[in-house]
């Protein structure tokens, strides 16, 4: 058995308490830039700073509070502190929300990154207001279907650090493999491998890592074959050469038909496994911020999503 590292619990004790307190989300820095000191435009006059709606934001999506309970709690918090400064109104952060531009890169995982990334990849479903019966028929017609119940949030990660690089909203009958080129083209540190499963194993997916000069951890469709027997592939034999060794691998070592270990022994060959930690963060998300997303608006929802990847960074770089 392998020797796994002996976890510091008093260390992670204190961790779990640090996240906790409310001046984890409250600095001084932000208190002293509490209003808004940018351009005037036409319209309605900006009181608050972009990152105190946001501060405002990830205390209520922590907490799993609606709008007028963060506005109270963050009220009750500031007089105690003794700190004189006006705290949003629920309508303010609401109406706000949606034109945040949510940066979710944390500078201290930054710096614990390695020189060049393994990357994984993947989706989770968040449901759409309370996901009771009630609030369906409340907020939506009688009949919807189920793919109208939720949303997909893809996510890519930094396996190292755990840090949330990119996400991407979408509806859920979006296909997986249609946003992995989208959310690795922002991405410009080096990147060595990137893990993704078979719902990944396109010829756009393949062609936007090969782009960033990395490896691909994909499995093949259990019925893949090989580009260089399809006459109809001879353009793309270069960018499907990883998926045909691959292939090959399994064909190789499959017994008596039953490719099961041929593929698990591929997989532990490569470093696929590195997947799984994607699916941490997804728990991590969940749990701590919840899987449900409580605005109306779309544009609102998209930033909610960003608002819990943005968190989840907070936390683990604590």
């Known amino acids: 058995m392998k020797n796994r590292e002996k976890r510091n619990w008093s260390q992670y004790n204190q961790k779990l ?73 629920y309508s303010t952060m609401s109406r706000r929300c949606g034109n945040l531009n949510v940066s979710i890169k944390n500078k201290i995982l930054s710096c614990k990154a390695a020189d060049s990334m393994v990357i994984a990849i993947d989706s989770t479903g968040l449901s759409l207001y309370s996901g009771t019966e009630w609030n369906r028929i409340k907020h939506a017609k009688d009949k919807t279907s189920h793919f109208t119940k939720w949303r997909k949030l893809h996510i890519a990660i930094n396996t190292a650090t755990g840090e949330i ?7 859920s009958t979006a296909n997986d493999g249609e946003v992995m080129p989208s959310l690795l083209e922002p991405i410009t540190e080096p990147i060595s491998a990137v893990c993704g499963d078979m719902a990944y194993d396109t010829i756009n997916c393949r062609e936007a890592i090969r782009k960033k000069k990395a490896k691909q951890l994909i499995p093949p469709c259990r019925s893949a074959i090989l580009a ?13 050469k990883e998926r045909d060794d691959a292939i090959n691998y399994i064909k190789h070592n ?28 997804m728990l991590q998300i969940k749990q701590h911020c919840g899987d449900h997303l409580t605005n109306r608006k779309e544009e609102n929802r998209i930033v909610q999503s960003r608002i819990k990847c943005k968190v989840v960074n907070i936390i683990i770089a604590a």
């Open 17 to 89: 308490k640090h996240i906790a307190r409310i001046d984890f989300y409250i600095s001084e820095e932000a208190i002293g830039k509490w209003a808004y000191t940018g351009e005037r435009l036409p319209g309605g006059k900006k009181i608050y700073n972009d990152h105190v709606i946001e501060m405002c934001l990830m205390i209520r999506e922590y907490h799993k509070m609606a709008y007028r309970q963060t506005q109270g709690f963050i009220e009750s918090v500031l007089h105690y502190m003794r700190i004189d400064v006006q705290t949003p109104d």
């Open 165 to 171: 690089l990119n996400t991407s909203y979408g509806k």
């Open 228 to 240: 260089s027997k399809n006459r109809n592939m001879t353009k793309k034999r270069e960018i499907l």
């Open 254 to 281: 499959t017994i008596n038909g039953n490719t099961s270990l041929a593929r698990a022994s591929w997989k532990k060959q490569v470093g696929y496994h590195a997947r799984s930690l994607v699916e941490t963060t």
